[in-house]
């Protein structure tokens, strides 16, 4: 049976570009200095190490759930999105970029547990309480924002230090902060309305033309974390594993077999099972999320397809 092939890169020559950017998973090419051609690849990363083998249709969901909730969320803030001309690609503005994540957390999971568990109280400046377990609900969502770092890991950085520092002025973070929470209750609202919980995500801002504007992807599976709401009482009481909706599983299986994205580790061999399997976790991921079912694009001649799209739509700005 022939296996779906993957868009592992883009090198295209659009009219009116001035640069292109390789990032983990996305290629960004910049037009007339203005606006930014996104193409989402099928490439996928963990532990900061981009893996041998792409996953067919992964870009095509990380696009979809990105530009549906851009949609959903553009009465809370204006976004860079102007149109999504290919399942892969979104069209938008170039806005100059805020160098900080504003990552919103509901629940003690994930990095701020690891440093719980090491017997740290505080994070990003933010005092945790004692006696707290792990995937606990916090009170109050918590903001812990990181640096962000072109080469190598972002690293935490308190509300304090930003400011101080003058990495953004205080009045434009105080409403980074109201926004980062606007966008959280809703999306939190509407993952349990798919019978899921919000766990914790990251939003990045820039701006634009004197204004705030939210830019790249917001809450797919790879900013974001998600449990199943079914059973998360019980698992939580019980001190088991929830259930998540997320990337998570591809690092599990990463450390299970011997890679942590350490010096002198090898990543394992991805067969074409294992890199069918996880084609097939991100669409459920995005019938879960959306609520919709997921049609696949045609991969046949797909950069041709893109490329044409693209310098229809670019002709339109």
């Given at each position: 049976?022939?296996?779906?092939?993957?868009?592992?890169?883009?090198?295209?020559?659009?009219?009116?570009?001035?640069?292109?950017?390789?990032?983990?998973?996305?290629?960004?090419?910049?037009?007339?200095?203005?606006?930014?051609?996104?193409?989402?690849?099928?490439?996928?990363?963990?532990?900061?190490?981009?893996?041998?083998?792409?996953?067919?249709?992964?870009?095509?969901?990380?696009?979809?759930?990105?530009?549906k909730f851009l949609d959903a969320t553009a009465g809370i803030v204006s976004n860079w999105k102007i149109s999504s001309p290919h399942p892969n690609v979104t069209i938008g503005y170039k806005a100059e970029p805020y160098k900080v994540e504003m990552v919103v957390r509901g629940y003690l999971t994930?990095?701020?547990?690891?440093?719980?568990?090491?017997?740290?109280?505080?994070?990003?400046?933010?005092?945790?309480?004692?006696?707290?377990?792990?995937?606990?609900?916090?009170?109050?969502?918590?903001?812990?924002?990181?640096?962000?770092?072109?080469?190598?890991?972002?690293?935490?950085?308190?509300?304090?230090?930003?400011?101080?520092?003058?990495?953004?002025?205080?009045?434009?973070?105080?409403?980074?902060?109201?926004?980062?929470?606007?966008?959280?209750?809703?999306?939190?609202?509407?993952?349990?309305?798919?019978?899921?919980?919000?766990?914790?995500?990251?939003?990045?801002?820039?701006?634009?033309?004197?204004?705030?504007?939210?830019?790249?992807?917001?809450?797919?599976?790879?900013?974001?974390r998600y449990f199943y709401a079914d059973g998360y009482e019980e698992r939580f009481a019980k001190g088991e594993p929830q259930r998540q909706l997320s990337k998570e599983f591809v690092r599990e299986w990463l450390i299970e077999n011997g890679f942590q994205g350490k010096e002198g580790q090898q990543?394992?061999?991805?067969?074409?099972?294992?890199?069918?399997?996880?084609?097939?976790?991100?669409?459920?991921?995005?019938?879960?999320?959306?609520?919709?079912?997921?049609?696949?694009?045609?991969?046949?001649?797909?950069?041709?397809?893109?490329?044409?799209?693209?310098?229809?739509?670019?002709?339109?700005?």
């Amino acid at each position: 049976m022939r296996k779906d092939v993957a868009l592992l890169k883009t090198d295209f020559a659009f009219e009116g570009m001035t640069s292109r950017y390789e990032g983990k998973v996305r290629d960004v090419y910049t037009i007339r200095d203005q606006y930014m051609v996104m193409v989402v690849t099928d490439r996928i990363s963990a532990f900061d190490v981009i893996l041998p083998k792409g996953i067919p249709y992964k870009g095509q969901v990380l696009n979809r759930i990105a530009v549906k909730f851009l949609d959903a969320t553009a009465g809370i803030v204006s976004n860079w999105k102007i149109s999504s001309p290919h399942p892969n690609v979104t069209i938008g503005y170039k806005a100059e970029p805020y160098k900080v994540e504003m990552v919103v957390r509901g629940y003690l999971t994930g990095h701020a547990w690891r440093e719980y568990r090491l017997g740290k109280r505080e994070l990003c400046g933010i005092s945790l309480p004692e006696g707290m377990k792990e995937h606990q609900r916090f009170s109050e969502p918590i903001i812990t924002p990181t640096t962000k770092a072109d080469f190598g890991h972002d690293e935490d950085i308190s509300k304090e230090e930003i400011i101080r520092s003058g990495l953004i002025p205080a009045d434009e973070y105080e409403e980074l902060e109201r926004l980062s929470l606007a966008l959280f209750k809703r999306g939190t609202e509407m993952a349990a309305e798919k019978g899921l919980i919000l766990v914790d995500t990251k939003y990045e801002f820039g701006k634009w033309k004197e204004e705030i504007i939210l830019i790249d992807e917001i809450h797919t599976p790879d900013s974001s974390r998600y449990f199943y709401a079914d059973g998360y009482e019980e698992r939580f009481a019980k001190g088991e594993p929830q259930r998540q909706l997320s990337k998570e599983f591809v690092r599990e299986w990463l450390i299970e077999n011997g890679f942590q994205g350490k010096e002198g580790q090898q990543v394992p061999e991805m067969t074409p099972d294992f890199v069918e399997e996880i084609s097939q976790r991100y669409i459920e991921l995005y019938e879960k999320i959306t609520g919709e079912s997921f049609e696949k694009g045609d991969l046949n001649n797909v950069e041709d397809e893109i490329y044409r799209n693209v310098e229809e739509e670019l002709k339109k700005l």
